[in-house]
């Protein structure tokens, strides 16, 4: 597996490269919709339990759909799933900023999860492939830094 992924990609720095990105990323979600709780309560006339529910939503269809992204990791190329899962992320994403209401929020923060539950753990498979057993502490350290 590693050898086609590296021959997909390019070199092993490049896919960590990769791989480091899209932890970034994800961690960068999570951080930048609670730093903006009170514009989206002042644009949608929501409270704090509506804005907890975008969490909590994106939460559980991540939860639910990561068992998927194993079943399908073991039948189809973990490269293309995971960029399956990205697009939907960034385009559920993209159109939270653009969503004139919060049932249109929830839904997309719902469709995030969804594609956040085949990125996360498909990233953490290949970065496992990447390593041997004696780095593996120090590639998790720095894939989640």
Known sequence: AYEMLRSLVGSEMCIRDRLNLTALVEAADLTVLPAVFSELSDDFGVGPSELG?????????????????GILASQFDRVKLIACGCFFWAAATAGIGASPNFAIVMLLRTINGVGLGFVLPLIQSLNSDLHPPKRLGKSFGCLYM
Do not use: I
Not at 54 to 67: C, E, F, I, N, V
């Open 53 to 69: 529910a975008l969490a909590l939503m994106r939460g559980l269809t991540q939860a639910a759909a990561s068992p998927f992204s």
